[in-house]
């Protein structure tokens, strides 16, 4: 390996500190020379005492305007000395000489008019309009700064980097040209200069062109501590200052992928212009076929398009699996393949604008093996909208589509078309009785090749008249009404599995409630408590059984009772199933609080005359007095949080639903920990038809399960790892970790995934990423 000495990084003290270049103290006598003749030639000039001090231009604030050969070069100096014999001026004494923006700064500057070069030396300093400073023991400069050499040069890019070399040479304007450079972004410690940076790019020879700002490096070696790890022949970037600029790309490589087996990626971006730009990125693998992937990106005055897409020819084979007891026949997704994801916004004015996400794939299977964003999933949706924002009103119209992935557990054919939907919410102001009324509208047409298709409209009225009395006593009267009208086929079919095929029912439940809130307040020396008793009355019409009056479901299939559903005038998730029928809800509340630190709870119960039949099997509102719900949240510390809920049967205290969240600890170390339990997995209960054949068999399995993380942060390591674990089967669901290192212009990150669940028949995944990424010169990252 050769080596060359590469001169040592070491920042000017001022710069190292962040502090602007020194302002030297002038003397009393300064004096000015104004050039109006090409470059600096000034022979026969007249010499000028100042009368005013001269405006300087800024460092930094622009690119400003290039150097030029026609425009003047001023210059300040504490003395100026003419020998006509030799045709020499020299200026002395803390000189500025400057074009335009750009800036040049020494002890001493002589100009020889016979040759039209000056020589500036004693702490060189040359600042450009964009803010990058040069420093050198000795230069000469000619043609207004334009041209020059300077001898063991130092410079001050954007983003903290620093660049040295033995020597360089300016041509016109436009380039310079340096030997054994030296660059890095790191810091160099003030204490011990003559140490290598974290990380450093050497070169015996470099390249930095002016009008392109692109740095070129050649026979270049990437040292670590000092020590080299990588060598390039070539390598090119942009300067630090660029935010964007066509070029290359760092790739992404894997040396063995379960799908791809060893691929590489070479993107390459093209900024077309200011505000478009496209990134193509080919991927070659040893597995399958080659893809290309490409990225489109636009900003206009009003709105954004972003386009991705890509094309692949996909070789692997997709054999049969079962899912359950269900066989699932082997897919033909070989050959050409390919995705389009497009998301674009547009504003129409300031109070409208509109929108689209469209995202497909040919096939899930595709997607799996050429590591797609949001495989996974069950689902891929699109959706096309209008929306509006008034003061308290919100209105959209929108449609939406979807196509399945998870093949074993989803029926292309049963997902549903919106074709459209229209949502309108208004909040109105307090009126004179102190009163507020709210608005609310959700409309739509769905149409499903195999299942419900029907139409909904749907108004939703709500007025809160809340008050208090001399005993404390917080009271909200509300009265309610919720409207449907549905036309509906193939009724008979998921979701709603009625018994009669088409239908046109409508439905109108006006509800009224008293809520009263009941706060005893005690002062402590360190804190207070509160205790709040709470009582809802509820009254309305009985709903009756949704199902055999053959109305549609499409937003009330889910549903669990818990303490954010205790005092909800309709306990359904939305409204094609309501909540009808006498009930009273009681609670009671509790808060203590102690040195910045509480402890919240809430423990309540629901009693109703009319059990409401549309809700789900051991929803907890089976009976006439419902499940007991509780919460308690408790932060004792800053350093601990936790929040548990519960649901247990009133009579015999087993628990049918509960889950926790418990975060623990300081940034040394900080645990997380979530717990959730359901008696039934309510996921499934509509697989089948509930009502003839009955839930599924998952249905009745239990859903249990636990999360931990942990992570911790020193100094510049940060480390963390999270476990999910399925105890009703007493298997793991997921692991992952994640180990990090962060400093000011490095970052080395490793990320380990392991999936244990099966999608499509692929029975787990383990996934490995090293990234390390170098400030201003990009991110290299490798899939184990």
């Given at each position: 390996m050769r080596r060359f000495a590469a001169p040592a990084l070491r920042t000017p003290c001022p710069c190292a500190t962040g502090a602007p270049l020194p302002r030297r103290l002038w003397r009393s006598r300064t004096i000015m020379v104004v050039a109006g003749l090409s470059g600096i030639a000034l022979a026969g000039a007249p010499f000028q005492a100042a009368r005013a001090q001269f405006s300087m231009p800024r460092a930094g604030a622009g690119k400003g305007a290039p150097l030029a050969r026609n425009e003047p070069v001023t210059f300040r100096s504490d003395d100026v000395s003419y020998d006509s014999k030799g045709g020499l001026v020299t200026w002395t004494g803390h000189v500025e000489i400057w074009q335009n923006d750009h800036i040049l700064r020494a002890d001493k500057v002589t100009f020889d008019r016979n040759t039209n070069v000056a020589a500036a030396s004693g702490h060189v300093a040359i600042v450009e309009p964009d803010g990058q400073v040069l420093f050198s023991d000795y230069a000469e400069l000619t043609q207004g700064l334009r041209e020059g050499v300077m001898t063991n040069m130092r410079a001050l890019l954007a983003m903290n980097g620093k660049l040295a070399a033995n020597g360089s040479?300016?041509?016109?304007?436009?380039?310079?040209?340096?030997?054994?450079?030296?660059?890095?972004?790191?810091?160099?410690?003030?204490?011990?200069?003559?140490?290598?940076?974290?990380?450093?790019?050497?070169?015996?020879?470099?390249?930095d062109d002016l009008e392109h700002h692109r740095m070129e490096y050649r026979d270049m070696y990437l040292d670590m501590f000092g020590v080299p790890v990588g060598y390039l022949p070539f390598f090119s970037t942009p300067d630090p200052s660029v935010k964007r600029q066509s070029g290359l790309l760092l790739g992404d490589i894997s040396p063995s992928d379960k799908h791809l087996g060893t691929y590489i990626t070479l993107p390459y971006f093209w900024a077309v212009n200011r505000s478009t730009d496209i990134t193509f990125v080919p991927l070659i693998s040893s597995s399958t076929g080659p893809q290309l992937t490409t990225q489109y990106r636009e900003r206009f005055n009003t709105g954004i398009v972003h386009l991705t897409g890509a094309v692949a020819y996909d070789t692997n084979d997709q054999g049969g699996y079962y899912s359950g007891t269900n066989y699932i026949a082997p897919s033909n997704d070989k050959g050409l393949q390919g995705y389009l994801f497009a998301h674009t916004q547009f504003s129409l004015n300031e109070n409208w604008r509109y929108g689209a996400d469209v995202n497909l794939a040919s096939s899930a299977n595709y997607m799996r093996d050429y590591r797609i964003t949001g495989y996974g999933a069950d689902v891929l949706g699109s959706n096309l909208y209008l929306e509006g924002f008034g003061v308290g009103s919100y209105s959209r119209i929108d449609s939406s589509f979807y196509q399945g992935l998870n093949t074993g557990v989803i029926n292309q054919s049963e997902l549903p078309f919106v074709l459209p939907r229209y949502l309108y919410s208004y909040m109105g102001e307090p009126d004179a009785l102190g009163g507020r009324l709210s608005v609310n509208t959700n409309d739509f047409n769905i149409y499903r090749p195999n299942g419900n298709s029907d139409q909904r409209l749907q108004l939703s009225l709500n007025y809160d008249r809340p008050f208090r009395n001399a005993l404390g006593q917080v009271f909200v009267v509300t009265g309610h009404v919720d409207s449907e009208l549905y036309k509906a086929t193939k009724l008979d079919l998921l979701p709603a599995y009625s018994t009669v095929n088409a239908a046109t029912t409508i439905q109108a439940l006006p509800t009224v409630a008293v809520k009263m809130n009941w706060p005893f307040l005690k002062t402590l020396k360190n804190g207070s408590v509160i205790v709040e008793p709470i009582v809802q009355l509820i009254a309305a019409p009985n709903s009756g059984n949704s199902t055999t009056r053959n109305r549609p479901n499409e937003d009330s299939l889910d549903y669990e009772f818990t303490d954010t559903t205790l005092f909800s005038l309709n306990r359904h998730e939305g409204v094609d199933r309501l909540d009808g029928g006498m009930r009273a809800n009681v609670g009671l509340h509790a808060n203590w609080t102690f040195n910045n630190h509480q402890i919240d709870a809430l423990v309540g119960e629901s009693y109703q005359e009319h059990i409401d039949r549309n809700q789900l099997p051991n929803s907890g509102l089976g009976t006439h007095a419902s499940d007991i719900v509780s919460r308690l949240s408790f932060t004792p510390t800053r350093w601990l949080d936790f929040t548990a809920r519960d649901r247990m049967d009133h009579n015999s205290g087993q628990t049918r639903f509960a889950d926790g969240l418990i975060t623990a600890g300081v940034p040394l170390l900080s645990v997380t920990g979530g717990y959730i339990y359901n008696s039934k997995s309510y996921y499934y209960y509509y697989n089948n038809n509930p009502y003839t054949v009955g839930p599924p068999a998952a249905y009745f399995v239990p859903t249990n399960e636990a999360t931990l993380g942990a992570s911790s942060t020193y100094k510049a390591y940060r480390v963390s790892a999270y476990g999910r674990r399925d105890l009703a089967s007493n298997r793991f669901v997921a692991l992952g970790a994640d180990l990090a290192y962060t400093n000011d212009c490095f970052i080395f990150d490793v990320a380990f995934n392991r999936r244990y669940t099966t999608i499509n028949g692929d029975s787990g995944d383990t996934s490995i990423l090293f990234t390390l990424t170098f400030k201003t010169l990009g991110t290299f990252p490798v899939n184990g």
């Open positions: 040479r300016r041509t016109d304007g436009k380039v310079n040209e340096m030997s054994r450079a030296v660059y890095t972004s790191c810091k160099i410690c003030a204490q011990h200069p003559e140490r290598p940076p974290f990380w450093q790019i050497r070169a015996y020879d470099a390249t």
